[in-house]
């Protein structure tokens, strides 16, 4: 399966904004669950956003609903987070990941992840 890479993360203060990028190369094109999880320090990790790539439709946790956006664009094999007003704890590790699924039947924030990226760091402060 060919590689997820993050790409965006970095230091901003709070109601500041990031754009996270995941380059995935021949995912976006078929009928995948693609999502971003992010694991925040000495907690468990969350789902935040997920996308069903056949149709778009999207699916946004209730943290962060209002502020973050995931979206696709197939030309470029690029999935996004846009992240706006940011806060103190959505810092966090942000992971990228995908897996296939029958119809988006079993898409959701919290869907079985078969690929992941190697992660990307946010963090939030003043």
């Known amino acids: 399966q060919v590689q997820l890479v993050e790409s965006g993360g970095g230091s901003v203060q709070p109601g500041g904004s990031l754009r996270l990028s995941c380059a995935a190369p021949?995912?976006?094109?078929?009928?995948?669950?693609m999502g971003w999880f992010r694991h925040p320090p000495e907690k468990g990790r969350e789902g935040v956003a997920a996308?069903?790539?056949?149709?778009?439709?999207?699916y946004i946790a209730d943290s962060v609903k209002g502020r973050f956006t995931i979206s696709q664009d197939n030309a470029k094999n690029t999935l996004y987070l846009q992240m706006n007003s940011l806060k103190p704890e959505d810092t966090a590790m942000y992971y990228c990941?995908?897996?296939?699924?029958?119809?988006?039947?079993?898409?959701?924030?919290?869907?079985?992840?078969?690929?992941w990226g190697q992660g990307t760091q946010v963090t939030v402060s003043s």
């Open positions: 990941a995908a897996a296939p699924t029958y119809q988006g039947r079993d898409c959701h924030l919290a869907f079985r992840v078969k690929s």
């Open positions: 021949g995912y976006l094109s078929g009928a995948y669950c």
């Open positions: 996308l069903y790539t056949s149709s778009g439709t999207t």
